[in-house]
């Protein structure tokens, strides 16, 4: 039998879907972000004495035979996963492929889908040996140095025992301090930051990328997982923030920075500290960041943009008050227009996130979402077609809210898996088209696009080059809302 590295460790993230499809896919062509996770978790390792090597599938498509090479020329012991609901059965082939290259490999799953299904999956999938509940770092790290098929003293760990029979180990009773981690090792990941690109129009300046600097979040809507971090909320300081963002400058160039935090305000006092950094000692760096409306005020954003922030996103998720306070606290459509309108009195770029399809949805509440965003000085928006993930605390209770297709591989937010009572799935197409068409053929909008010539130049330079599979794109949306009807009127 082959002798296998025990001090070594292939890290996967998969595609989630067939490779010849990954050209055409208007989501990757639009935002690629580097798995900061997985970044993470390598930089950790490497600090503790385990050798890493990272392979980002989801950047590179073609990585099949590169994932056999690594196994085979460097002989790890274990292969690692991080995967959503949709990408977790392609990591299940590609772990299956691993195994039959390597014999003894062992295989290690984590991320929101497996530290919310646990142990049921260990049952159904032959291929997964170990998963990670909650966070990576400490757990792998554990798994990795044991170097036992039974490492019941290992929280957060999820193993068969010697009659076959999964067991949890149990919660971790403490929480990552995040100022002791390491920058991720975004080295690790091929190309970076060539390789990996913010939402068209949503960065002035390239190359760019993205951080994370908190875990968790304080609140709890029905929509969200509450897996891998439970209701914990943690925060770097502003004084790793600051360095973490010069480091991105001086080693790789960086010089815009997409906060991929759900709460990046939440701490003011950490807020006001990091801009003032930013204005007295300039990087040089722009910043996009994700708050709630009840965390801002006009002081705070004059002083956010004089830092560099210069785009805003905010969770409005439905422009009807009645099914919004169904799904999260606080549900004051006012006061969040209220805010949206001293972002923009700010100077700063706005984005509204929406979800289409939540349990209480109808054609009436679409009109209103529309009615609502559309009055509002709004610079973009994402609509994402409502998913119910495991995890999340409207999953418990779906079946009864709607009929709902738990294809894992189609559970990505891009199309309609959960039809809400009362609806009907070419009806949500039809308004989803509406919704998106109304948005753009709106003349203001058109004069924002039109400025960001000279204000993102580089998103124009990829809108260019990818104008083709952007119509493409649209044109398919289009046909896909006549299919589904079509197909509805022969049925019946």
Known sequence: MTRLDPRRILLIHPLGYRKEAAGHDISRLANIMPPLGLASIAAYLEKNGIKVDLVDCYAHPQSDTLIRDLLLRWKPAMIGFSCTTSSFLDGVRIARQAKAALPGLKT????????????????????????????????????????????????????RDRTNTPVFTGFRKTFLDLDTLPYPAYEKLAGYPDSYMLPIFNYPKAPNSSCISSRGCPYACSYCDRSVFRRSFRYNSAEYLYGHLSYLRDRFKIRHINFYDDQFTFNRQRVEDFTRMMIDRPLGMTFNCAVRAEHIDFDLLKTMKKAGCWMISLG??????????????????????????????????????????????????????????????????????????????????????GAFEEDWEKMDCMSFQFIPKGMELEQLERLFIRFYKTHYMRPKVLLGYGAMLWRSPDSWRRFAKNFLDFIRFARSNQRLGTSVIEERNIIK
Request: net charge negative; glycine share 10%; charged share 25%.
């Open 316 to 401: 409005i998720e439905t422009g009807d008050e009645n099914l919004l306070a169904q799904h999260r606290q606080n549900a004051d459509l006012g006061m969040l227009a209220e805010k949206i309108r001293l972002i923009h009195k700010a100077g700063i770029r706005t984005k509204g996130l929406l979800m289409m399809g939540l349990p209480g949805e109808s054609e009436q509440s679409i009109q209103r979402s529309m009615e609502y965003v559309f009055s509002l000085p709004v610079d973009d928006f994402n609509l994402a077609k409502f998913t119910p993930f495991p995890g999340s605390p409207i999953y418990e209770k779906i079946h009864e809210l």
């Open 108 to 159: 290690v799953f984590g991320g929101v889908h497996v530290s919310a299904l646990r142990e049921g999956l260990l049952d159904s999938f032959p291929e997964v040996d170990f998963i990670v509940v909650g966070e990576g770092e400490q757990v792998l790290t554990e798994l990795v140095i044991a170097e036992t098929s039974e490492p019941e003293g290992i929280p957060g760990l999820i193993y």
